[in-house]
């Protein structure tokens, strides 16, 4: 059994060349914090500086996200702007094209430096990069994250865990209500009673955090369960949900009410899980303008679509955490 709470995620906003550095520097952080060896952490740096010096040098309104990765352990590192884009993203692969100040040589030294990565570039749409560095031998899934405070604040008030069991995997999403200190003490809450027995079943789940969560403002509150094919959803309050599959998308859908307050007779949905699927959770800090036809493509990549709804559909005034999972492994 394996759990993993998602740790905050550090957003530099690459508006000056100075935040080429920061976001080397940040990277440096993270790939420390998480273990990884010398060797791993530098990678990560140059790659946060080759993905921070590119938006840089060609782009415009362009944010670098940094985090320790939910798939293993390691570091995933996001990237996305609003740039004119790269009509021949083959060409910028090319080792030797590398930008002003940068630590590699390029979007060539990310590819080979990385575990995982994958970019998506199209003139006139901007450009939106993921990569991820990984301990040698990591079993690396098609899970990705972002966790992100209110802007100006430190305190974020979301929850995320997710939990690996024998044949199944559960998720927990968490808002609690407002942000700040009071916000996050509601989250953290909700998140301890998912870690003391994550293979309970998702009804006993949320019993068991609104009794825990009585002396808090309460919280938001979505799980869900994916057992082969199958999905179990489950959730009280604001949090989103969709499972994405190629060509369209299927709400899951949250009773009215608040963990710790007014919790309703919740309602465990199923969902028959096609073969190539990717399912989202997100608090309300992310926006639902995505919705509809999916960002992309038909079947977006769990990273690259995490990047991009927070870079484009964030609330800066809210907390904002979603997950993106997707079938199979290997893919970031």
């Given at each position: 059994?394996?759990?993993?709470?998602?740790?905050?995620?550090?957003?530099?906003?690459?508006?000056?060349?100075?935040?080429?550095?920061?976001?080397?520097?940040?990277?440096?952080?993270?790939?420390?914090?998480?273990?990884?060896?010398?060797?791993?952490?530098?990678?990560?740096?140059?790659?946060?500086?080759?993905?921070?010096?590119?938006?840089?040098?060609?782009?415009?309104?362009?944010?670098?996200?940094?985090?320790?990765?939910?798939?293993?352990?390691?570091?995933?590192?996001?990237?996305?702007?609003?740039?004119?884009?790269?009509?021949?993203?083959?060409?910028?692969?090319?080792?030797?094209?590398?930008?002003?100040?940068?630590?590699?040589?390029?979007?060539?030294?990310?590819?080979?430096?990385?575990?995982?990565?994958?970019?998506?570039?199209?003139?006139?749409?901007?450009?939106?990069?993921?990569?991820?560095?990984?301990?040698?031998?990591?079993?690396?899934?098609?899970?990705?994250?972002?966790?992100?405070?209110?802007?100006?604040?430190?305190?974020c008030g979301d929850g995320l865990a997710l939990a690996d069991l024998p044949g199944a995997r559960t998720i927990a999403v968490v808002d609690g209500l407002g942000h700040g200190p009071a916000a996050g003490d509601a989250a953290v809450a909700a998140i301890d009673v998912f870690r003391r027995n994550p293979g309970r079943p998702l009804r006993d789940h949320l019993t068991a955090m609104h009794r825990s969560l009585r002396q808090t403002r309460g919280a938001a509150v979505a799980l869900a369960r994916i057992s082969g094919g199958l999905l179990e959803f489950c959730g009280v309050g604001n949090i989103g949900g969709m499972v994405l599959t190629p060509g369209q998308s299927r709400p899951l859908l949250s009773m009215p009410g608040i963990v710790g307050f007014t919790l309703p007779d919740a309602h465990v949905g199923t969902v028959d899980l096609p073969e190539h699927h990717v399912l989202v959770l997100h608090t309300d800090g992310i926006g639902t303008g995505w919705r509809g036809a999916a960002p992309l493509g038909p079947l977006p990549v769990p990273a690259l679509l995490a990047a991009d709804l927070a870079h484009r559909h964030r609330d800066p005034h809210d907390d904002a955490t979603l997950i993106a999972v997707g079938s199979g492994t290997g893919t970031p």
């Open positions: 059994m394996t759990i993993t709470v998602a740790d905050l995620t550090r957003q530099i906003r690459i508006d000056h060349i100075s935040a080429v550095y920061t976001a080397a520097r940040v990277a440096r952080e993270v790939a420390a914090e998480t273990g990884l060896p010398e060797v791993l952490t530098e990678r990560a740096a140059v790659i946060a500086s080759e993905l921070a010096g590119n938006i840089d040098k060609h782009a415009t309104d362009g944010t670098v996200f940094i985090h320790r990765s939910l798939a293993g352990d390691g570091v995933d590192i996001y990237a996305a702007d609003s740039g004119p884009g790269m009509a021949d993203l083959d060409h910028w692969r090319i080792d030797g094209h590398s930008t002003t100040a940068t630590l590699g040589t390029g979007l060539g030294a990310v590819g080979r430096l990385a575990a995982e990565f994958r970019i998506r570039s199209a003139a006139g749409s901007g450009t939106t990069a993921a990569a991820r560095t990984l301990i040698t031998g990591t079993n690396a899934t098609a899970v990705a994250h972002v966790r992100l405070a209110r802007e100006g604040e430190d305190r």
